[in-house]
């Protein structure tokens, strides 16, 4: 584990949220989740911490797509962003962490299946660890989902996109691989997760087309498991209902 890495989690350690770090659930490009031994405190066995890669050193996606009608702090930011100096790149890459931070607060709130929030602190986001002390859930993509849960999941995965709509949000990125399904928990069997790039509907014209994706990709999971439903009408209606704010 490298030093800054090191230095994130041990700020949960010493705000006295987690005791250990147990293992390392996922590594991407972008973050490393952790699995940690919560504080008995937190009235919690496990917490999962994200930490991000500084921006310098991993492949970093193209966002623009994701960031127009986002606010910056001040125009020195936004010119620093726009241009790319060092210090821009900072501004952006705190940006993407405290966008997540954000996402899933309000979210959460909204009474999305997201992981509950826990801290932010720096490059690092301690949230609920959606798992047992057998390991983390699988993500969906991996899950051996029977086709008589098939359509149970997709009801409850529309009904998610709805109220992340009903908040303003569309996630942007959404599939099989960015949800956790808990097939033994019949009443909280799933988690959306990966949240940074998540879009403000109002402000970013990209949201219509982004919520079509989202729906078109994880359909098709359901698709390959007997489930028949309309994407398109789907998101037809439900984009109508919310632009009437009818939702």
Sequence with gaps: MEPETKEALDNFVDMSLITEVLYPVKSGKEATVY???AHPDTGAEFLAAKV?????????KNDAVYQEGRLYG???ERRAYETGTEFGLDVHFMLWVGQEWEHLKKLYKAGVYVPVPIKN??????????GTEDG???ILQQAKVPPDRA???WKLLKANIEMMLQADFVHGDL???NILVDLED????LRIIDLPQAVDARFNPNARDMLERDVAITYRYFEKRGVQDNPKAFVADLWRKWKRAEL
């Design 35 to 37: 699995a940690c031994r």
């Design 74 to 76: 001040n125009s020195r």
């Design 121 to 130: 602190v720096g490059r690092a986001i301690l949230m609920e660890f959606y």
């Design 175 to 177: 599939s099989p691989y």
């Design 151 to 153: 359509p149970e999941l």
């Design 52 to 60: 991000y890669k500084h921006i310098r050193d991993r492949n970093f």
């Design 186 to 189: 019949t009443s909280d069997p």
């Design 136 to 138: 983390p859930c699988p």
